[in-house]
């Protein structure tokens, strides 16, 4: 993937903080490397190594030069020398060293290599990701696969092929098989078509190029299609209407285009308006209602390399601003390829976040960026993620395997879904009798505390769940009447049964207040705990019981902050459990709250310990009226 890591991948050079190397034979192979040709400088930097005339110039130049070809081995080699040598690396060469490391499956050595990374760059937010996670790695390589995958041995060719998507049953690819083009000096293939092969008794035969107007004698990459089938958004280089548009540094970048079909042929190419040819902009993805479009683009203003945006597409076809996904996604490396499925998960590729070895590809949901794991993910680069839940496959490119002539080459392959369901029964009794309860509500929580499922026990008391075999659960009972009780499950495959006993509430109305488990929260937080809702759930049973029980809260704060703030604390606290307690079905009117702050600590204490800290962070609930 690295001979296109320019031009698809928008991951730029990255300064070598070294001075231009003064030597006649260094300046040839700079000429090489500033115009892309990176077979061509590889060869020149090599010859000075070879001669014993190598500097620190030349091995940072030559590691790159591998580095871009994805010869992981021989970057591994240069950019080791070069770190010994130069006195001023930057960030980006000391992460790339510990991405060949891993590429070449030396862990240890690729550890300790990000270990000094992140000593050297603690701002960087790839070296704060890896101390918040160091081993990381080992729970990677640790995770059950949820895929299997085979290459598409009839469809690849000998040269470089990447990008499949499908649509209406044809499957559309980007290829260098088309030998009537012009070699590029990246990698001395020819330069990128678009391709469709149709499907046939399960397999992708007679790939051939996309009718009309979409391929040039220059680059073209991955494609999306409109849900209507009519509109092609495709990447090409800067060239449109005969023109070859270079920047101010004469790097020719990337636009998007799109083509209508017209008559069985995609016709009518037109640039998008947030092109620029000073930035490149490339790799298309559509939302499932085909009204936003996301892509990739090292403009001004990103985060890294390049970063990840959407555009909204409005009705007639004009288009809104383009907005930056934001730092949950982007990072500062490369965030490339994205994919939208049919359910509206964003999947992309990125070297940024942590990952086996070159681009991993990584999904986005429930505002978390998780990393799909091996075997989607390998040492190499895996990108151009297609995937189709309602037909449990999809594909993925890689140039994972074999080198040759010093070139990683890319291939398609296809992934199965290998997911297991884990049927789980949760049976709900009561603790002092053994009696089944109905009519409980049954929650299962994944490990980030949301909820996925919720459900109702039948007259024998049971609940039954299909869940993914992937994840750890927390279940979650609570019923009239009854303590809240919850367990946790472990994520196998098969049918599981649990058993949750419930204990009969015992009487809490006391005179003045009802007495639950205290309501802690988190230090400098107003959010409702989910040990918190626990409790909270059990003053909603009682006042369920009570129609004419009202409650106020009393919220406190432990004295750490100035008494204003802790005091506006405690009263967004009550807020937040009042708001709960209504959210429940209780009427509005029948509870209230106020906020105290400090000033009425239940434990006096200085200094306090994190314990007393915590007692003193509490609501407490009085009777106002029974």
Not at 350 to 361: K, Q, R, W
């Amino acid at each position: 993937m690295r001979k296109i890591y320019y031009l698809f991948i928008l991951g730029f050079m990255g300064s070598m903080t070294m001075g231009f190397a003064q030597n006649y034979d260094a300046k040839k192979a700079d000429k090489y490397f500033e115009r892309l040709q990176y077979v061509k400088a590889a060869d020149k930097y090599l010859d000075i190594v070879e001669d014993g005339d190598a500097d620190a110039y030349v091995y940072g130049r030559l590691a790159k030069s591998y580095y871009n070809l994805y010869n992981t081995k021989e970057a591994e080699r240069y950019y080791k020398l070069y770190l010994e040598t130069a006195e001023d690396a930057s960030a980006d060469e000391y992460y790339n060293y510990a991405q060949m490391l891993k590429a070449n499956k030396k862990y240890d050595l690729a550890q300790k290599a990000m270990q000094d990374f992140a000593q050297k760059f603690p701002r960087d937010g790839r070296a704060r990701s890896f101390m918040a996670n160091p081993n990381y790695m080992q729970d990677l390589l640790s995770k059950q696969p949820a895929y299997e995958m085979m290459a598409l041995e009839n469809l690849n060719s000998e040269l470089s092929d990447f990008g499949a998507y499908e649509f209406n049953n044809q499957l559309y690819f980007v290829s260098s098989r088309n030998k009537s083009r012009k070699d590029y000096g990246w990698n001395k293939q020819p330069t990128l078509d678009v391709y469709v092969a149709t499907k046939m008794a399960g397999e992708y035969t007679e790939a051939s190029l996309i009718p009309g107007d979409v391929n040039s004698k220059y680059h073209e990459g991955t494609v999306s299609i409109t849900p209507d089938g009519q509109t092609m958004y495709f990447t090409r280089n800067d060239y449109y209407d005969g023109d070859y548009e270079k920047d101010s540094t004469g790097i020719n970048q990337l636009k998007v285009f799109k083509a209508t079909l017209l008559e069985g042929e995609w016709a009518d190419v037109q640039p998008l308006p947030f092109n620029n040819s000073n930035y490149s902009t490339g790799h298309t993805a559509l939302s499932p209602d085909g009204r936003t479009l996301y892509f990739s683009s090292d403009m001004p203003g990103g985060e890294g390399q390049s970063d990840l945006y959407k555009v909204s597409i409005n009705e007639d076809g004009t288009f809104g601003s383009p907005q930056n996904l934001g730092t949950a996604i982007n990072t500062s490396g490369r965030e490339s390829f994205p994919f939208v499925d049919e359910n509206g998960i964003l999947y992309f590729s990125s070297d940024g976040h942590l990952g086996v070895g070159g681009l991993d590809v990584f999904k986005y949901e429930n505002g978390q960026v998780i990393n799909i794991g091996k075997p989607i993910n390998s040492e190499g680069d895996d990108f151009a993620f297609a995937y189709y839940p309602s037909k449990e496959y999809g594909f993925v490119s890689s140039n994972r395997g074999e080198v040759l002539e010093n070139i990683a080459n890319d291939n398609i392959y296809m992934f199965k879904d290998i997911i297991r369901d884990l049927e789980l029964m949760v049976h709900v009794i009561n603790m002092e009798t053994g009696e089944s309860i109905t009519n409980a509500e049954v929650a299962v929580y994944n490990q980030a505390e949301e909820k996925l499922k919720s459900a109702g026990t039948n007259a024998k008391g049971n609940a039954k769940f299909v869940l993914s075999s992937q994840e750890d659960y927390t279940v979650q009972v609570n019923a009239g009447e009854y303590e809240s009780n919850s367990a946790a499950v472990t994520s196998v495959e098969g049918p599981k049964k649990i058993t949750i006993e419930l204990t009969p509430i015992k009487p809490m109305i006391q005179e003045e207040e009802i007495v639950l488990n205290p309501i802690y929260f988190e230090f400098d937080k107003s959010a409702i705990t989910k040990e918190g809702a626990y409790e909270l759930d059990r003053l909603v049973a009682i006042m369920k019981k009570h129609d004419s029980l009202k409650i106020f809260v009393r919220a406190h704060t432990d004295k750490r902050g100035s008494e204003a703030y802790n005091l506006q604390l405690s009263q967004a606290r009550a807020k937040s459990t009042v708001q709960y307690v209504i959210d429940q079905g209780i009427d509005a009117s029948r509870i209230d709250g106020e906020g105290y702050g400090e000033s009425q600590p239940k434990v006096e204490c200085s200094p306090c310990t994190e314990e007393q800290y915590q007692e003193n962070r509490r609501s407490e609930f009085k009777i106002v009226k029974e």
